[in-house]
């Protein structure tokens, strides 16, 4: 998969990016927003191996670039009942907060909407993601930016690595409503 407009590029994952990917994991930092303040702590064969998996299922595992310099990761994962399971970070700060975020979520709703092969393999009806609840500038985007409709809120669904329970809201935007935006 590749998907290129201006500055932005999407790719599929390569072995060549397990580095890359493996450093923004193990990056409390980095994965903080995610839930995972400390990392995931998973070994750089761990990432090679995670990269090798998903070319065996119905999805992507992509690098985001700007310039060709690697700026964050994204994935989807598309069922059989037409729901693609997205999710995605900037790692790079950056590119956080530039107005990259929207640009980028567009550019993947719109490949998984509009692509060819996928509409004639596994026709999306919807995409689905979540955020923590208390990632509120993530919510403000989907809201605002993307008119994406938030369909619940999932509270004490996990606990993550420090023993605090998190809490989830759950977006949804089907290919209709996100088609008219375009």
Not at 76 to 100: F, L, M, P
Not at 148 to 160: F, H, L, P, S, T
Request: glycine residues 8%.
């Amino acid at each position: 998969m590749r998907i290129e407009k201006e500055t932005i590029t999407i790719r599929s994952a390569r072995i060549a990016d397990a580095v890359q990917l493996n450093n923004w994991w193990n990056d409390g930092a980095v994965m903080q927003h995610a839930g995972f303040p400390n990392g995931i702590g998973q070994t750089l064969n761990g990432t090679i191996q995670a990269i090798q998996n998903w070319q065996d299922i119905i999805g992507q595992l992509c690098l985001i670039e700007i310039d060709d310099r690697p700026i964050g990761e994204l994935s989807y994962r598309i069922n059989s009942d037409g729901v693609a399971y997205t999710g995605w970070k900037i790692c790079e700060v950056n590119y956080q907060n530039q107005g990259y975020g929207p640009q980028i979520i567009r550019l993947l709703f719109n490949y998984l909407f509009t692509d060819p092969t996928i509409k004639n393999s596994w026709p999306i009806k919807r995409v689905q993601w979540d955020t923590l609840l208390e990632n509120k500038r993530a919510q403000y985007v989907y809201e605002t930016k993307l008119k994406a409709r938030k369909i619940g809120i999932r509270e004490n669904v996990w606990q993550d690595q420090l023993g605090n329970w998190r809490s989830s809201v759950d977006y949804a935007i089907t290919r209709e409503e996100f088609l008219v935006l375009e």
